[in-house]
């Protein structure tokens, strides 16, 4: 029986130093997911301040339907012609 331990321990050790590295990987991605989302709004922010797009309102419409109720103008179309 002591005769199978070490490489059955070794075989375990190995799989555990494994598992723990992915274990690693996986917080650390995440962590770098949120710090880099944070960055990247702080450079915007940080960009907008300097060109001072932070100062523009958003734009007001008069009416979502007003170019879309602006008559068409049909002067300038080549004539039709009707086919009997």
């Known amino acids: ?37 944070h960055v990247r709004e702080q450079i915007e922010a940080k960009r907008d301040q300097l060109s001072g797009a932070d100062k523009i309102g958003p734009s007001k419409q008069q009416g979502a339907n007003s170019l879309l109720d602006a008559p068409v103008e049909t002067d300038d179309a080549p004539t039709q012609v009707q086919r009997p």
Request: hydrophobic share 50%; charged share 10%; proline share 5%.
């Open 1 to 37: 029986m002591m005769r199978f331990m070490p490489p059955v321990m070794g075989a375990v050790l190995l799989c555990a130093i494994h598992v723990s590295a992915l274990a690693a990987d996986t917080t650390s991605t995440a962590n770098a997911s949120t710090s880099d989302q």
